[in-house]
């Protein structure tokens, strides 16, 4: 879904704790998947990607779990570091048309040492 | 190799000049995206171009908006006849392909006084 101006949903953790953020897409047709991490005065930044094929893909201390069924999205990132501390956003893909990045609404992770 | 690359990195017009906004995308990418962004918000999509095309501008305002991918040269995004309302950061992505997985620039702050 897309932001309609509400504050952002926060996430605190302690540092080296595991965190988990979720997202809830809009269009059951989307094919394809993002995380992207946010830090202040930044642009986005690609973490990681999934394609509707799958349900599960890892990276480097992050993992992305697919539910298609549910339309739902979710991050895990293990053993959080101060440096993880940003807005995180998950964005979908619509089929057909210029196939643009749709973005969900954001949360604001921080991690406290 | 240089990322997406934006400028000015700040913009500040008075209401009624005109902004532009400009973006030049990684070396090799033919696909340019324009996203705006409100603080606390996520990104809209306003405009995705190709050289010399544009793909799908559904995001992007039919009044005072306007944006331009030469052969040569860099995006342009212009803004004639700036409102208060057009203050935020607005993001330029590139692709390779024009799917999928978009690299973003630091974007531009634009504020109207």
């Known amino acids: 879904g897309e932001s309609v101006g509400l504050h952002l949903p926060t996430l605190s953790v302690q540092e080296g704790d595991n965190s988990i953020i979720n997202c809830a897409y809009s269009n059951s047709a989307s094919d394809y998947f993002i995380w992207y991490k946010q830090e202040s005065g930044k642009g986005p930044q690609f973490i990681i990607d999934i394609r509707s094929n799958m349900d599960k893909r890892q990276g480097q201390r992050v993992t992305v779990l697919l539910n298609k069924t549910v339309k739902h999205l979710s991050l895990q990132i293990a053993a959080t570091q101060p440096g993880d501390s940003a807005v995180y956003f998950c964005?979908?893909?619509?089929?057909?048309?210029?196939?643009?990045?749709?973005f969900g609404k954001g949360t604001k992770l921080t991690v406290n040492p | 190799n240089a990322g997406v690359m934006q400028n000015p990195r700040h913009l500040v017009r008075r209401r009624g000049q005109e902004a532009r906004l400009r973006c030049s995308p990684m070396?090799?990418?033919?696909?340019v995206y324009w996203y705006r962004q409100l603080p606390e918000e996520g990104l809209k999509f306003m405009v995705y171009l190709q050289k010399e095309n544009i793909i799908d501008e559904s995001g992007m305002p039919k009044e005072r908006f306007s944006a331009e991918f030469p052969k040569e040269g860099p995006s342009i995004l212009r803004i004639q006849q700036v409102v208060r309302g057009d203050s935020a950061a607005y993001f330029c992505?590139?692709?390779?392909?024009?799917?999928?997985?978009?690299?973003f620039g630091s974007g531009t702050q634009l504020s109207v006084l």
């Open positions: 964005a979908e893909v619509l089929l057909g048309g210029s196939e643009k990045l749709v």
């Open positions: 070396k090799g990418h033919s696909h």
């Open positions: 992505a590139s692709s390779p392909e024009g799917l999928g997985k978009l690299f």
